[in-house]
């Protein structure tokens, strides 16, 4: 088990490592001058080989990575060319916005996906039909698209939640749920198609096997076939699409924390790519890659835990 | 789906493996666009995304308006004859712009598939047929890729080349190419053990001509069920990329730009929500429709479960019961009424598949009786319709299908759910896959106990399952219930599974071919063990099974089916010494070394 932990957390490195390189290399390739850029039309000469010298910008690339990884580990993340607020202290103020987005919407598009996915196996035909007709529609609508059909019908038409902002948990959680109940459930929607579909897979094989004949042969109850036996021998691959959901659930929402105009990460990183603001872009990269390392890690020890196999 | 669910875990990559390239319905492109054509769903998103490529290509020929063209006096306007799709704030005609906006999405789409493709088909076919070390690399390089949050690299590669439409759509082909190298490798890896495979490089075929001859095309369809879920998502990624205005520059159409523009006059005019985004929402659907129309057609869709209301149905016998249960119990009173009492069953899936043709069979309290034929001739259906475990397209009849006197023809799901266990039990070949995985041996006894005897508490029901392994001569029952099945052995887990079918106290047990699956020291143990319960018990065991060394053995009497009817009934001596059917004297024959004692 420690080895299995092992080997994750060696490969999470990796792949911050990864990403941080890419979102570096990437920033070589903009055209023109980034002190220039910076400085603009104002600033003497003088200035202007201050700003190479301290950013580095006359050193062989390596050498300028080597010294971005050295600030890194230092917990310093630089500063927006735009308008100098360091980088680190905009994503520590950030991510628990984008955080309360994503926690509540993966919980809930994991309860509501395996119900509707076991539901599509067990209850009699027009309900399952209906069920994945939903789900056919829930994946293919953009999340986007529907965030704003949500504020068109429930913030516009009828004016029960609110079309934008964000009230913070720590001031007023009844504000800060009625404000979320929105972009939650556009990013949902999709998330929920998807574990409803792979609960449906495994629930098919589950009690399409052999042991399942046997219990059903010994008398056991079906809630306890289906809701107890099916749904555990399902779990593992239940475990990855939620892994993976939420990996989806992390890009969706950046669009929904543009259409409720939250400030949360996404909102920050789509301002920082319209305003070439590259040093907030490689932060916010590695922030959503650690993100996702931590839930690589926690699926894992969930694998790990699921797996009787393992545990011996 | 979001750009970063297109590597999921596909059963089907499995599946297709199983079913093999020969035969089945898409091994070839013929098959394969037959198989489309007959399902209507699938077939009407091939056609209407045929039909709106065609007609986003077409724009300049065919839209009515300039997409650029500004009215204003007739800004924000619902559809009429005029503008069959409305006007935008600015007064253009949405329906043209639709048209050509489709140009860069349908664009960012090819990009991307091509990206996907050509990076996760070969490192996919590499992977899978290059050996353990090549593989673990580049399926190591895969996972990586997948773990990467795809958008923030698409954001910080738009953030140089920005208004680009390539750059992006290929980097995400790039970084999801992990879910579709899985899928190629995984065929490969099915297809290179394939006969024709191994035949094909015994006649000396080099590698490369292997892996595009023979693996391409079973690789091909799969890799093709990928690619359509793949281009739902690359859409959607570029839908999204023009709403955040990261695409086509304006004035210049695209659908994400069109739903952008339709978010800022949303309190105004919510209409112009409609056609933009809907338009990505169907072309999506429509991509995800056909790839799972082309997976229905590789692979077999599974059939219904019949848990829960969709059971076969028992029907109601044609003869009224009176009248011939009448003859019956009158000759059954001078004996004991037997424990399971068959009159004319017959089971059909189905039009025109006969399982069983009128079997009749009565036994007895104490007896062992054999149930005696080659594969298919109805034996283990029989048994199975006794407990109500045949699959959803079954069709039951019969005079009368009584167990311990009652007649469970007609019985729904509950009622059967009443007497499994309880007044019948079952054992079956696979003792190893017949328990449950996920839980200890205790833990499912535990569960059987709690379901047949309620009112035990914690204690007691822990005694009864040390009990119930105890009585299956399992030697250490407390060491036992903390193992799962695959800690066991052949004999150790049928020997669980026989505890498990008496936990409830039947007073018949049905074994379907017990010992098959055991080695032959093994069996003699559990036949012995079969023999001992019965005689302590008194309990009737119907053994089901295709080899007469078994039933002489164990059996007192022997029925012999063939075809789904009774052609033989007799005492075990007596249909060894004296055989009357044919069929039984060339199963004898057929069968080696029989002591007749």
Redesign the interface.
């Known amino acids: 088990m420690t080895g299995l932990i092992t080997r994750r957390i060696v490969v999470s490195i990796v792949v911050l490592i990864v990403v941080s390189f890419i979102t570096f290399i990437v920033q070589s390739f903009i055209p023109g001058d980034p002190a220039r850029a910076i400085l603009g039309t104002t600033g003497t000469p003088q200035q202007y080989h201050e700003l190479v010298k301290t950013l580095h910008l006359n050193e062989p690339v390596a050498v300028q990575y080597l010294e971005y990884m050295s600030h890194l580990l230092r917990g310093d993340l630089g500063s927006s060319l735009f308008n100098n607020e360091p980088v680190a202290s905009q994503l520590l103020q950030r991510t628990p916005v984008t955080l309360s987005l994503l926690v509540p919407s993966t919980i809930l598009l994991a309860v509501i996906g395996v119900v509707l996915g076991t539901l599509s196996v067990t209850a009699p035909r027009p309900i399952a039909r209906i069920i994945d007709v939903f789900s056919l529609l829930g994946l293919a609508m953009p999340n986007f698209w529907l965030a704003l059909l949500l504020v068109s019908a429930f913030a516009i038409a009828i004016p029960l939640f609110p079309a934008v902002g964000y009230t913070p948990l720590a001031s007023d959680p009844v504000a800060w749920a009625i404000g979320l109940a929105l972009p939650v459930a556009a990013l949902t929607v999709a998330g929920i198609a998807n574990v409803a579909k792979i609960t449906r897979d495994g629930m098919l094989e589950s009690l399409n096997s052999d042991y399942v004949r046997t219990l059903r042969a010994s008398g056991f109850s079906s809630a306890s076939i289906v809701w107890k036996h099916g749904l555990r021998n399902s779990g593992i691959s239940i475990v990855t699409i939620l892994g993976i959901t939420f990996i989806g659930a992390l890009s969706g929402s950046v669009y929904v924390e543009d259409v409720f105009a939250l400030p949360g990460l996404g909102s920050l990183i789509v301002t920082a790519t319209n305003q070439h603001d590259i040093p907030v872009i490689q932060g916010v990269a590695l922030d959503f890659t650690l993100i996702v390392v931590v839930l690589n890690l926690i699926t894992d020890v969930v694998y790990i835990m699921l797996n009787p196999k393992t545990r011996r | 789906?979001?750009?970063?669910?297109v590597?999921?875990?596909d059963?089907s990559a499995k599946r297709v493996g199983r079913e093999g390239s020969a035969g089945s319905e898409g091994s070839s492109l013929r098959g394969l666009v037959a198989g489309i054509v007959g399902r209507p769903i699938a077939f009407g998103s091939a056609i209407f995304l045929i039909a709106i490529i065609l007609a986003c290509l077409a724009a300049p020929l065919i839209a009515p308006y300039d997409p650029l063209h500004q009215n204003l006096s007739e800004a924000m306007m619902l559809p009429s004859p005029a503008h069959i799709l409305g006007t935008d704030d600015l007064g253009r005609d949405v329906f043209s712009r639709l048209l050509y906006g489709g140009q860069p999405a349908f664009l960012g789409v090819l990009v991307g598939s091509l990206a996907c493709f050509l990076v996760g088909v070969p490192l996919g076919l590499v992977a899978g047929y290059g050996g353990r070390k090549l593989d673990s690399v580049i399926s190591a390089v895969g996972d990586?890729l997948l773990?990467?949050?795809?958008?923030?690299?698409i954001?910080?590669?738009?953030?140089?080349?920005n208004h680009n439409i390539a750059a992006p759509m290929a980097t995400l082909g790039i970084l999801t190419s992990g879910g579709l190298l899985r899928v190629v490798r995984a065929v490969t890896l099915e297809a290179r053990d394939q006969l024709y495979v191994r035949a094909a490089k015994v006649s000396g075929l080099g590698p490369f001509r292997i892996l595009f001859r023979h693996i391409l095309p079973a690789v091909a369809g799969p890799a093709l069920v990928q690619l359509g879920i793949f281009a739902?998502v690359a859409l959607?990624l570029q839908?999204?990329l023009g709403?955040?205005?990261?695409d086509v520059p304006p004035p210049n159409p695209s659908w994400g730009n069109m739903?952008g523009e339709?978010?800022h006059v949303?309190?105004n005019f919510?209409w112009l929500?409609v056609p933009?985004?809907g338009i990505?929402?169907?072309t999506?659907?429509a991509f995800?429709?056909l790839s799972d129309g082309v997976h229905d057609t590789l692979s077999n869709a599974?059939k219904a479960?019949s848990?829960?209301?969709?059971r076969s149905t028992h029907a109601v016998r044609g003869v009224p019961a009176r009248s011939q249960g009448a003859g019956a119990d009158s000759e059954a009173s001078t004996v004991e009424a037997p424990v399971l009492d068959i009159a004319d069953l017959r089971v059909s899936f189905g039009a025109g598949k006969v399982a069983v043709a009128g079997v009749s069979l009565a036994c007895s309290a104490g007896e062992i009786v054999g149930l005696v034929g080659e594969s298919g001739s109805g034996k283990s259906v029989t048994s199975l319709a006794c407990?109500g475990?045949l699959p959803g397209n079954a069709t039951v009849t019969a005079q009368r299908l009584a167990v311990n006197g009652v007649d469970v023809i007609g019985f729904s799901?509950r009622q059967f759910?009443?007497?499994?266990?309880?007044e019948i039990?079952?054992?079956?070949q696979?003792p190893m896959?017949?328990?449950?995985?996920?839980?200890?041996v205790g833990s499912?006894l535990r569960?059987?106990v709690r379901?047949?005897e309620p009112r035990l508490d914690r204690r007691q029901r822990e005694q009864r399952v040390l009990q119930l392994l105890a009585e299956v001569q399992l030697p250490s029952p407390e060491v036992t219930v903390r193992k799962?099945?695959?800690?066991l052995s052949g004999g150790m887990a049928q020997r669980v599974?026989i505890a498990?079918?008496l936990?409830?106290r039947p007073k018949l047990l049905i074994a379907d071919e017990p010992t098959t699956a055991l080695d032959v020291t093994v069996q003699a143990d559990i036949l012995d063990l079969l023999r001992q319960l019965r005689d302590r018990e008194r309990l009737t065991i119907v053994l089901v099974t295709h080899d007469l060394a078994v039933v002489a053995d164990i059996c007192e009497r022997v029925i012999v089916l063939q075809n789904g009817k009774v052609v033989e009934q007799a005492s075990t001596d007596d249909l060894f010494s004296s055989p009357q059917h044919d069929y039984t004297k060339s199963l004898i024959a057929a069968t080696p070394n029989i002591l007749v004692a």
Do not use: K
């Open positions: 789906m979001t750009i970063d669910e590597g999921l875990a059963p990586l773990s990467i949050p795809s958008i923030v690299v954001l910080a590669i738009l953030a140089v080349f739902g959607t839908a999204g709403f955040l205005g990261l739903i339709a978010a949303i309190s919510p929500l933009s985004g990505v929402a169907l999506t659907l995800g429709l599974r479960i848990i829960g209301t969709r407990l475990l799901e759910r009443d007497i499994r266990g309880s039990g079952y054992i079956s696979e896959s017949s328990l449950d995985p996920s839980f200890t499912i569960e059987a379901r047949h799962y099945s695959f800690e599974c498990l079918a936990a409830g």
